[in-house]
T-cell receptor, first 112, second 111 residues
């Protein structure tokens, strides 16, 4: 679904570095989510936002922060990356009155 | 918070046979249960969902059943085809605010 994009698609970084993952959407949705996917653990919710002024922690928010710069943009930051943050990260969006979450293509992050 | 358990973790079926994946949830207030399919290297996509006021929903070869009393729901795929090979995730939520996902089931359809 090209309406939800993520940059970068792949990133290799070193322990202790700050890194930002970006998500943009052209679907006009107000709700945006960040998930982390690890093998055998499914999708775990990191943060979610229902509008620009609303930010909520998910199940595994420690070590992460987010910024909702505009309705269409939701960024995820790792202030000081550590190896166990190596994972596949997905952004998702959802419109009000519609149940379906639309996922971006994912960002594969490796922390050495 | 909500805890969703999904079984089995892997499932291999012969083409044409049926596949069943089961999930249990912990919070009796959960009222929305979607299923997502993730093909290899792709993003998850919604394939079917059900609300707590409905016991069963069907869409062509896939169906979902819900047992609120037992707090479990299942995905049924009939007449499996090679393109059904993927990872399937169940999820549960209360009033659509946020989804709690199961760990996923890798389905392989053998030709």
């Amino acid at each position: 679904d090209a309406d939800v994009t993520q940059t970068p698609r792949n990133r290799i970084t070193k322990t202790g570095k700050r890194i930002m993952l970006e998500c943009s959407q052209t679907k006009g949705h107000d709700r945006m989510y960040w998930y982390r996917q690890d093998p055998g653990l499914g999708l775990q919710l990191i943060y979610y936002s229902f509008d620009v002024k609303d930010i909520n922690k998910g199940e595994i928010s420690d070590g992460y922060s987010v910024s909702r710069q505009a309705q269409a943009k939701f960024s995820l930051s790792l202030e000081s990356a550590i190896p166990n943050q190596t994972a596949l990260y997905f952004c998702a969006t959802r419109g009000t009155g519609n149940n379906e979450q639309f996922f971006g293509p994912g960002t594969r992050l490796t922390v050495l | 918070g909500e805890n969703v358990e999904q079984h089995p973790s892997t499932l291999s079926v012969q083409e044409g046979d049926s596949a069943v994946i089961k999930c249990t949830y912990s919070d009796s207030a959960s009222n929305y249960f979607p299923w997502y399919k993730q093909e290899l290297g792709k993003r998850p996509q919604l394939i079917i969902d059900i609300r707590s006021n409905v016991g069963e929903k069907k869409d062509q070869r896939i169906a979902v059943t819900l047992n609120k009393t037992a707090k479990h729901f299942s995905l049924h795929i009939t007449e499996t085809q090679p393109e059904d090979s993927a990872v399937y995730f169940c999820a549960a939520s209360i009033n659509d605010y946020k989804l709690s996902f199961g760990a996923g089931t890798t389905v392989t359809v053998r030709a």
